[in-house]
């Protein structure tokens, strides 16, 4: 091999690599480590949390996403995580307080689409009150495509095909939900176990 292309090819690698370490640490100062990652189970049929003490406050994280893990940090530091439609609560002090809300991308995701999946609220929480969050993920311009008979086999016809059809460009959230809204995601949805990894 040519010494000159080695040295470009060790050069590309070198490059490569620091990108893609860059993108593994850079979140926001409410987030916790990126290289934190949770392996997460639902648990059905669990009784709603406790309201909280009267000099404490609760949050209750709910997700509607059934394919990637949602993190939750509170001040700079993970609490937890959901997949799937599920929901956990956390018990936090009076005062202000800085949400972060990252969904766990797999390597290899642009720096651009981790910015995009961190999603930051700020709020000032008041004691024996409940909080209810939702995070998501939708798409904006996704289109269905065209449904096209399927073709005639010895038993009859096959099943329709989609032909075309776009996934759109994807939309990451993470926002205040009502009381009710809250409620209802904690009594249909599954609670939510982890273990990091």
Not at 64 to 90: E, K, L
Not at 106 to 127: D, N, P, Q, Y
Request: hydrophobic share 35%; with cysteine.
């Amino acid at each position: 091999m040519n010494p000159s292309y080695k040295t470009l090819l060790a050069l590309i690698c070198c490059l490569l690599f620091a990108s893609t370490a860059h993108a593994k640490t850079v979140l926001p100062d409410s987030c916790g480590d990126d290289s934190v990652k949770f392996e997460v189970h639902g648990e059905k049929n669990q009784p709603p949390p406790a309201p909280p003490a009267a000099d404490k406050a609760l949050f209750v994280f709910t997700n509607t996403d059934r394919h990637y893990t949602a993190r939750y940090g509170i001040d700079g530091t993970w609490v937890g995580a959901n997949q799937d439609n599920s929901w956990f609560a956390v018990t936090v002090t009076p005062g202000p307080h800085h949400l972060c809300m990252s969904y766990q991308i797999s390597f290899g995701a642009t720096e651009r689409i981790r910015e995009a999946a961190t999603k930051l609220l700020s709020l000032t929480v008041e004691a024996g009150k409940t909080y209810y969050f939702e995070s998501a993920l939708g798409a904006i311009g996704a289109s269905p495509g065209v449904m096209v008979p399927g073709a005639a086999t010895g038993g009859g016809m096959a099943a329709p095909t989609q032909v075309g059809g776009s996934p759109g460009v994807p939309v990451f959230s993470f926002v205040p939900i009502d009381e009710d809204t809250g409620k209802y995601h904690v009594k249909a949805y599954k609670l939510s176990t982890w273990k990091t990894k």
